[in-house]
């Protein structure tokens, strides 16, 4: 408990100061999505034990470092490229690959960096506010997890998945639920009023609804990878962050919260 509690507090320290240093330096946000993408895609290529295949590996962790440096048609040649290069792959090593390998590793590296890539979208669909959004898009993931696991340690009873999560629990998942809304709704007050001293306006739906779907979406994300897990016969899916595991064990809520969020707000922004 205390390793994790440590560590969580370290992640918050360090979106923090990407926060802070925004202005000076607003590309720190998108070389921390291009770190973070990249340990996530090492880390799901080691847990299908293909770390040593590197004709799978290298292009994967290439695609996964630009895409969050890159924009409009470039970002769509990243696309093309990776495919191509992916599947040339299986044809000229067939005998080393299966389509199920190929398309695992294809799917993966895909999704990792192209749902955390949405928070530099959500931050320009915020215009002057924008971290504020990504600040909110993550921390709603976070929070439902940390408010699952504290409801589920004390109050657990009631197994939630089991077959797929032995800990979850239908109380931690109520938990969850709870703190996020609670949160949201705390995070847009104290922008409001204590940092723009109601100079702005928040929208207390947007934020309900974040709060409410994105404990619902950190939930499946996190069971999503947790299927994952299990089907490659591993507890985390590394040990660099003490008390969470991985990288993906700490961001696999993230990568299906932050995607919600950032076309949410198309629609129904919060600074309104």
Not at 41 to 46: K, L, T
Request: with cysteine; aromatic share 14%.
């Amino acid at each position: 408990m205390k390793s994790r509690v440590v560590s969580g507090a370290a992640l918050v320290v360090f979106l923090l100061a990407i926060v802070l240093f925004n202005q000076m330096f607003p590309l720190a946000l998108n070389l921390a999505i291009a770190l973070i993408s990249v340990m996530g895609v090492i880390e799901i290529i080691s847990a299908l034990g293909m770390s040593k295949n590197y004709i799978l590996l290298i292009p994967s962790v290439v695609f996964a470092a630009v895409l969050p440096l890159l924009q409009g048609t470039w970002q769509q040649a990243a696309y093309y490229i990776y495919t191509v290069v992916i599947f040339s792959a299986l044809i000229f090593y067939h005998q080393l690959f299966t389509f199920r390998e190929i398309g695992v590793v294809y799917s993966m590296s895909l999704l990792i960096p192209t749902a955390l890539q949405t928070l530099v979208g959500l931050r320009e669909s915020g215009g002057g506010h924008g971290m504020f959004y990504v600040i909110i898009a993550i921390f709603s993931a976070w929070i439902a997890d940390a408010g699952a696991f504290f409801a589920g340690s004390f109050w657990g009873k009631r197994k939630l998945c089991p077959q797929i999560s032995p800990k979850k629990t239908v109380e931690g998942l109520i938990g969850g639920f709870v703190l996020n809304v609670v949160a949201m709704l705390v995070f847009g007050y104290v922008f409001q009023a204590l940092f723009y001293s109601y100079e702005v306006d928040v929208s207390y739906l947007s934020l309900l609804v974040i709060g409410f779907v994105g404990a619902g979406l950190s939930v499946i994300g996190d069971l999503a990878f947790s299927l994952i897990k299990r089907s490659c016969h591993i507890k985390d899916f590394s040990e660099i962050i003490p008390g969470h595991g991985g990288i993906l064990d700490r961001f696999d809520s993230v990568i299906f919260v932050a995607p919600f969020v950032y076309f949410l707000v198309q629609f129904l922004p919060i600074v309104i």
